[in-house]
């Protein structure tokens, strides 16, 4: 809905204009603590601690390596037991355990090794459904704390494939979910291809990833955190496209087969209920990320859930998920 | 016993010297077009006292018995001179005679105007249409509302932006009036053009400070505008056909001297706007924008006493974009539509009274569809509105003013609809809001004495918003706690407010004054804008019981002065804000917030202050005329979820505006125009660093507004070459007489930017690359709207 509003305006834009490079000056910039904090039922807690970055810095392999946080003491307190989480970074970890971390982080796994990530996790705690987490974070003298909790999972009801009006193997997952009415919920949709590219493409485009998994994660597509606000109460139907890893070279992420699934597709669908902080974190994160670029959006504050003795990045965000399989054909 | 017997010699000697009083009425109009003029000084010579006739063109003066002589003055006509003899009570109306050669440099002295000086109005400034045409236009297309952006004071929102700011405040500050009624969005194409046919109209009346009484609801400006009444005399026409657009008017008596029409109506040319819409694929086939305005008056002289005024306007905005290779297609359409309906009515020669019922109505649509997925938004404003006004002229002291206002508002501030194939998606009830809003005032504008005048009013205003209507409560996670549904005409909230007003004006020898100001003002309708720039799209909405209304409260100080008998006009003027309950949204807030909940759950209230000094130098007279205009103000907002609750430049900051506007008139064919201005850039928040989050690069914004563009400056040029009014007509062979054309015109070039400046429109900064490759890279991009724009028109006369 507000994507077309903001690309109609774009082109409005655009088209009246005339556009050239400047150079600009920004005043002197001080770095903030970014927190990216997961917990999901039965999976690890998995926390990553980055430092932002002033806007014209180059970011390139090495500058990434050092926006990374070291030593800092990160706990997780579940109301019954706090532990203490350990850093590990990406080089020392096998490659099973550096899958776990990229499923739990929706980081892929070449990002995670190219960029050297390092991650605070531990194997003591696992997510569980409705409970509350308080994550707590010290570095260099400075303390934040955040919470968030994992709500019950609401399953759909249902989830198939149909092929898209006009095209011949290309559509989407559509899914059925009656939402409760007594409070408000608060959703977020990942989708997965399980199946493995088995096709050289119509020009041999996709014969180097031949045998390997189309999608290694859950992939949420932009757009994919919502609350019940427009359906509190009711059963209906909706559908979602198909999110993609940012940047993707791969040629079934551009025209004509971006944002779709295909006939032959193995999907599971990650359909998880999360916090009403974590949704109003994760519904500006995507605008922002949707109209990047256009005056036309109000230049807003993410609103975070991290709070201490310094403003902070980031959200700490809890999972109730439930999964479905989709067979595309 | 003492006191009873000077009481009764008071009113008894009032009355005795009452009974020696008698009073000039009547109306001044334009000789040829019937046409009445509001503004014009009528005074008595000897005493150097009298009044200046009202909106409707009626003047009053009493005095006591005697002989004297009556002039009555108007810029652009002659001046009227009569030797009255005063012994009863006399109905006058008088006919001006238009200038016979305005540019003759030696105008009488003594006719030459000093309103400025003399009149208690600060901070207003009367714009005479026929100087206006001169002025170079954007495409040829005379606009008034951007010519006032040359005034002091009054800052333009930038190109491409709806709306205008007066002294630091937003666009939703001005009051817009055509014929008494609100025009709510004065501009076509986002402001690229205003709504105002320059061939329809009379007057335009700025006020930025000093509001008199009988204005209220706004808190920054007052622009009054009239629209002609219709050349009671004879038939005429005139218009344009212009690269643009073309406009024709046509106006006459419908009973000779007794009732007349006035019908203006104006139009683009869809070919040439969607030329460059339209790229090489005809995938954009079906994308345009066009607009359309009809203005149309009639009145009708129903007696000595009474008259009746119709006028209507309608215009619309229509942009459609279809891409139809994506399955993407827009239409936006937008307009105004008022009506009003007024009567005149002389109670007395002392007592004139004005009573108009109007209707207005804005709306905005927007509809888009993209594949299956099917939006539709529609926002809109509907008022009816009853006011009268009475005019008292009890002596030639006093001129006293009265009224009441009553508006009903009827508010859709969003009303969604939205489906994805055959699935409707529940956006709620449409919300409507509905409010009763009123005014009752009073003021008197007094002459003391021979250098001091007082304008001095109080206005008081009650806005009450009232059932139906359904209320989602929120908590602070923006969860609906609870939902309270009010009743038809049930009271929600009251809100009342005390608007003292008043301006002095201090006469000082050498063509001088000073003049002070003090208004207090309440406004009940805000305007909310979501994102930087100003749009259709923004939305009207009224105080609730969350929103309050705003407050603002004005000082203003002058001194004017006049040099060369009146050739030369000056001023210096200095003012100080104080702004109350000023309303933005709340940071991260959506359109799609407003669907199902209520707008104002979307805000956020604060305050602000703005101050500055204008300069004004106008040569009125003669050949060369124009004027320079410059002003250095600041205007900052504080809000407490805004900018972590610091202090912020507001986006209507414009620390310096500068204004050079010229007109030259060659001979009688030939004249030029020129305009040159200068603006500090505006206020922008933009990036200032990056973090990474699910592995996306997502900017962290600064403070609010904590950067500037660059400066905005312009130069625009016009040639206007007169053709001759008369041709030659061949009697045989070797002779000819000289006839008049029946229809006069006129041809226009006009270039806007004259040097082609790449003037900031707004900047983003953007990124591409993958880090991973090493490419990643981050770029500012400032975009610009207008590049040297040149344009003919031709428009004539008859």
Sequence with gaps: ?329 | MRKNLSILFIIISNFVFAQNKFTISGYVKDASSGEVLLGASVFVEELMQGATTNQYGFYSVTLPKGNYTLVVRFFGYDDYRDTINLEKDIRLNVQLNQESSVMEEVVVEAERTNQNVAGTEMGTIQLEVSQVKKLPALFGEVDILKTIQYLPGVQSGGEGNTGFYVRGGGPDQNLILLDEATVYNASHLFGFFSVFNADALKDVNLIKGGMPANYGGRLSSVIDISMKDGNSKSYHGEGGIGLIASRLTLEGPIVKDQSSFIVSGRRTYIDVLTKPLISDTSAFAGSSYYFYDLNAKANYILSDKDRLYLSGYFGRDVFTFNDNAAQFKIRIPWGNATTSLRWNHLFSDKLFLNTTAIFSDYNFAFEATQGQFDFKLFSGIRDWNLKTDFTYFPNVRHNIKFGANYIFHIFTPTSVTAKSGETEFDTGDIVIIYANEAAIYALDEYDVNEQLKINAGLRVSMFQHIGPFKRFVKNNLGETDSIINFEKFENIKTYFGFEPRLAIRYLLPDESSIKAGYTHNYQYIHLSSISSVSLPTDLWFPSTEIVKPQIGTQYSLGYFRNFFDNKYESSVEVYYKNLDNLIEYKNAAQPEDNVNDNVDNQLTFGRGYSYGAEFFFKKRYGKFNGWIGYTWSKTERQFDDINLGEWFLSKYDIRHDLSVVLAYDFNERVSVGGVFVYSTGSTLTLPVAYYIYENRFITEFGDRNSYRMIPYHRADFAFTYNFPEYRRKWVNKCNFTMVERKIKSTLVVSVYNLYNRANPYFIYLTNSGDPLAGNFQTSAFQVSLFPILPSVTWNFKF
């Design chain 1, 1 to 329: 809905m507000r994507k077309i509003i903001i690309i109609s305006l774009l082109v409005l834009a655009v088209v009246f204009s005339c556009r050239k490079q400047i150079d600009i000056e920004l005043p002197e910039y001080k770095e903030k603590l970014v927190v990216e904090g997961v917990i999901e039922t039965d999976q690890i807690p998995v926390i990553i601690l980055t430092k932002s970055v002033g806007y014209f810095d180059p970011i390139n392999a090495e500058t990434f390596a050092n926006l990374f946080v070291h030593d800092a003491i990160v706990k997780i307190n579940d109301g019954t037991k706090e532990v203490q989480l350990i850093e590990l970074c990406i080089s020392d970890l096998s490659s099973d355990q550096v899958d776990a971390i990229s499923q739990a982080t929706g980081i892929s796994t070449e990002e995670l090794v190219g960029l050297s990530y390092c991650v605070y996790t531990t194997p003591f705690m696992l997510g569980e459904n409705e409970t509350t987490y308080t994550l707590s974070v010290e570095h260099e003298g400075k303390k934040w704390t955040s919470t968030t909790t994992i709500p019950k999972p609401i399953p759909l009801d249902s989830a198939w494939f149909e092929v898209f009006e006009g095209e011949d193997t290309l559509g989407f997952v559509w899914a059925k979910l009656s939402d409760p009415a007594a409070e408000t919920n608060n959703y977020r949709w990942f989708a997965q291809r399980i199946n493995k590219y088995n096709e050289p493409g119509k020009n041999g485009e996709l014969e180097p990833y031949i045998g390997l998994q189309k999608d290694n994660r859950f992939i949420a597509p932009i757009g994919s955190a919502f609350d019940d606000k427009f359906f509190n109460g009711i059963s209906f139907e909706f559908n979602y496209y198909r999110g993609e890893e940012p940047n993707s070279a791969k040629p079934d992420d551009h025209e004509p087969f971006s944002g779709f699934f295909e006939v032959g597709d193995t999907v599971i669908v990650k359909f998880a209920s999360i916090d009403r902080k974590s949704y109003l974190y994760l519904t500006v994160f995507e605008d922002q990320i949707a109209t990047e670029g256009s005056p036309f959006a109000s230049p807003s504050t993410i609103p975070t859930n991290i709070e201490g003795d310094e403003p902070a990045l980031g959200a700490f965000i809890g999972y109730a998920p439930s999964f479905h399989t989709v067979i595309c054909k």
